[in-house]
Nanobody
């Protein structure tokens, strides 16, 4: 059983900052990539940022220069620092991890955390 527990969402004014955290726990042999996705009302879930176990990062064009993803492999935790937030960043943010167990890789999702940016 693997769980991803997110924290750090909330309400912030445009131009403000928030930091999301996601901690993985359970029967984990290792974790490949970890990342953040978001889903706004009426829209499909979209990639925000990912980081591999070697530290390579990838960002959506809409957040480049404003968001920073980082991971602490020892703590099995991934972070998303969000600066200069815009109303269009409002969404439910989901943590994602590719977990290695029993020789296979399984995708896991967190429960989601709401981020609301007011104008």
């Amino acid at each position: 059983q693997v769980q991803l527990v997110e924290s750090g969402g909330g309400l912030v004014q445009a131009g403000g900052s928030l930091r999301l955290s996601c901690a993985a726990s359970g029967s984990i042999f290792g974790i490949n990539a970890m990342g953040w996705y978001r889903q706004a009302p009426g829209k499909q879930r979209e990639l925000v940022a990912t980081v591999t176990n070697s530290g390579s990062t990838n960002y959506a064009d809409s957040v480049k220069g404003r968001f920073t993803i980082a991971r602490d492999s020892a703590k099995k935790t991934v972070y998303l620092q969000m600066n200069t937030l815009k109303p269009e960043d409002t969404a439910v943010y989901y943590c994602h991890a590719q977990v290695r167990a029993l020789g296979l890789v399984y995708p896991y999702w967190g429960q989601g955390t709401q981020v609301t940016v007011s104008s």
